[in-house]
Every structure is written in C-alpha cells, then in structure tokens.
C-alpha cells in the first residue's frame, strides 16, 4: 500500500498546498516521489518520533495538514501522549501513516509487530482510525479522509502488491464492505484479513458451508449500525484481526453484540499470547495465531460443530 498511498499524496498535494510529509529516517524507495517534487514540504525528523508528532502538531496549528510516516508500532506508540496532548485534544488534523499492520514485518520481531495500536487508539472518539484491506482500497480511503477536521490514523500494509478483487476499491467511513454473501457462518475481517477470511471462506465452501465476508476498514466513526444488522441475521459470527484480540474488532463487535442483546455467538480469532520470542514469516505467525486463511477454515468447522452438539 505504501506506494500507492505516496503517489495518491503527491497527487493531492499537487492541487493542495497545505500538505507536507514528515518521516522518521524511514521511507526509503517509498517516499522519494514526494520528496523529489515537494523538497520544500518535506521533512526527516529522524529517529525521533515524538519530535516528529510535535512538529506535525506545530504545522497543523499553522495550517497546514502534515502526515507523519513510520512503521506502525513507532508511529502509534512511541509518541503515544503527543498523539493525545496534540493533534487529539486539540483536534488538529494531523495524519499519522502507520505501515506493516500486524506482523507483516515478522522477522523482525515483537519490538516491530503491530498488535496494540488500534487498542492504543480507539478511545480517544475525535481520532479517526482506517484500516484498508488493500492498495485500492488505501487510495480510496485517503481521497475521501485526507480533508476531515479532526486527526487520523491510518493502519496500512507495506505490502505493495496486496489486492482484494471482491473489494473493488469501495471505502467508507463508518460502513462495512461485503465480500461475499452466505447464510451459514458470518465472518468480519479488519483490514488486510479480508485476504484471509476470503480463502477461509473458499476452504469452507468445499465442505458446504456458506459464509458471508464483511471487511472492517474504519473506527471512529465505526460501522455500528452495519455490524449490528449483519449479525441480527447470524447466530455465529467470527471475527479475524492481525491484532490482539482486546481492543480492537472483536472488541467492537462484542460491544455492539452486548448493548444491542444480540442473539449472535462471536468467536474472536486474534492475538491472544505474549511474545514467546519466536519470530518468522508472516505466514508463519499468522499460522501460528490462527488467523491464517487454512486456521480459520479449521477454527469455523469446529466452533459450528460445538454449536450443532450444544442446542
């Protein structure tokens, strides 16, 4: 997503003066486009994230409309409280561009798996949160939230090849997307999962079971009303994230689940487990966690199962 979003930005920023980019000495071979035709709005604040949310801030407050750049556990956490004593409490609309959602920056380890950010982040109401399935859908998504008032969050892939064809792009604030249609099993993917619930899906479709596929691609505002409609029609729903599973789209889901007294059973899959020092692929982890395309396949059969014995 992460050269799509760049080329989406230089072209806004052709038409829209206000819009400068500040990275963290991160970027490179992704964010020279933009630095090579705006050197003027361009700035590497270093390996100094909090400095660089207080510069975003100091700009907002100026006029104009910064986004910040960094892999997503050093955008989202490290300068945690600027982002609240800044941009949040003072409704500046900075933008922070938080890349390799999950453990896609797996080898790397723990220090650089997104798990907590949206959990980090979805208390604060006026912080809107985009969370795009894949490249299309991350263009989109910028074109229709580059302007709102207020600050964003944007949890992206770096994967610069991700597409979901069944997406077809579609994008917005406070809706769901449907992927695909089913009466069997409902499953609710956040952001670049919906790859995983399709193949899911795909593995269950060969045993008989017909799911429908929503993705989940915004907080704040969030698709409560969506959500609830959907899972008035399921008695089992499973929600898929590359996150832990407190905090962010199960924790929704439950919610909208409990206050609505919905007569609908979730199943969270997520991250449930501290760092045991492991580390690998990104398949492998996901695998691992059981979040995986195959394990979510296994973990539908054996939760319908129960369900079938448990009536």
């Given amino acids: 997503m992460r050269k799509a979003l760049i080329a989406t930005l230089s072209a806004l920023a052709r038409r829209e003066p206000r819009i400068v ?5 991160l970027g490179y071979t992704v964010v020279e486009p933009f630095r090579e035709e705006f050197p003027e709005r361009f700035f590497n604040a270093g390996v100094a994230e909090q ?3 207080g510069m975003a801030t100091g700009l907002a407050e100026s006029g104009f409309i910064p986004f910040v750049y960094s892999i997503a556990t050093f955008a989202a956490l490290r300068p ?3 982002i609240r004593n800044g941009p949040v ?3 500046l609309p900075v933008r922070v561009l938080g890349i390799g959602a999950g453990f896609e920056y797996g080898s790397a380890g723990p220090t650089h798996h997104a798990l ?19 490249c299309t859908q991350a263009q989109n998504a910028l074109l229709k939230t580059w302007d709102l008032p207020g600050p964003v969050y944007y949890r992206l892939s770096k ?13 917005d604030l406070a809706r769901t997307q449907v992927l695909r249609n089913g009466e069997d099993l409902l499953l609710i993917a956040l952001g670049t999962m919906a790859a995983n619930a399709l193949a899911a899906a795909e593995a269950l479709a060969l045993k008989g079971v017909q799911s429908t596929v929503l993705a989940l691609s915004s907080f704040n505002p969030s698709p409560d009303s969506d959500l609830a409609e ?6 089992l729903a499973i929600s898929v994230e590359s996150h832990s599973v407190s905090g962010g789209a199960g924790s929704l889901i439950s919610e909208i689940i409990a206050e609505r007294a919905l007569n609908c059973r979730l199943v969270r899959c997520g991250v449930r487990t501290a760092p045991d020092g492991l580390s690998g692929s990104t398949a492998y982890l996901e695998e691992k966690h059981g979040i995986s395309g ?6 539908a059969l054996r939760e319908m199962e129960y369900a079938r014995y448990s009536k």
């Avoid at 980019?21 to 000495?25: A, N, Q």
């Avoid at 994967?159 to 994008?171: I, K, M, S, T, Y």
């Avoid at 959907?230 to 008695?235: H, N, Y």
């Avoid at 195959?294 to 973990?299: D, F, P, V, W």
């Fill in 116 to 134: 907590e950010d949206l959990a980090a982040l979805r208390p604060y109401p006026g912080l809107t949160l985009v969370c795009p399935a894949d």
């Fill in 294 to 299: 195959e394990a979510l396949a296994r973990t």
């Fill in 51 to 53: 400095n660089m949310i």
């Fill in 89 to 91: 409490l003072h409704r």
């Fill in 21 to 25: 980019l500040l990275t963290g000495d």
């Fill in 159 to 171: 994967n610069d090849q991700l597409q979901v064809p069944e997406l077809e792009g579609r994008f």
């Fill in 230 to 235: 959907w899972l008035s029609r399921f008695s």
């Fill in 80 to 82: 945690y409280e600027f």
